[in-house]
């Protein structure tokens, strides 16, 4: 089993940045591809990044060139810096543990409770 906590949250004005960290505890991190997810209002649950235990990343099109993903695997923790942050990335952020990267829910095995970032106008 993998527990997954996020934090880092919070409310930002458009422009302006936020780093997500998500805590994992419990078996073999360093084995796993870390994601992360978002979820808007009223819409799917949607991929925007992921980091496999090899270094290998991967972007939605959306954060490509404003989010970087990283993961320090001595602390079992993994980041999301989230810069030039735009309204329409208001959602609830989750990170995820996979076996490898995957933009597909459906392949998750872990998922964490979400931390809601909200970009005003």
């Known amino acids: 089993q993998v527990q997954l906590v996020e934090s880092g949250g919070g409310l930002v004005q458009a422009g302006g940045s936020l780093r997500l960290s998500c805590a994992a505890s419990g078996r073999a991190f360093r084995n796993y591809a870390m994601h992360w997810f978002r979820q808007a209002p009223g819409k799917e649950r949607e991929f925007v990044a992921a980091?496999?235990?090899?270094?290998?990343?991967a972007y939605a099109d959306s954060v490509k060139g404003r989010f970087t993903i990283s993961r320090a695997n001595d602390k079992n923790t993994v980041y999301l810096q989230m810069n030039s942050l735009k309204p329409e990335d208001t959602a609830v952020y989750y990170c995820?543990?996979?076996?490898?990267?995957?933009?597909?829910?459906?392949?998750?095995?872990?998922w964490g409770q979400g931390t809601q970032v909200t970009v005003s106008s």
């Open positions: 995820a543990a996979g076996a490898i990267i995957t933009r597909i829910r459906r392949n998750i095995d872990y």
């Open positions: 980091k496999s235990s090899g270094g290998s990343t």
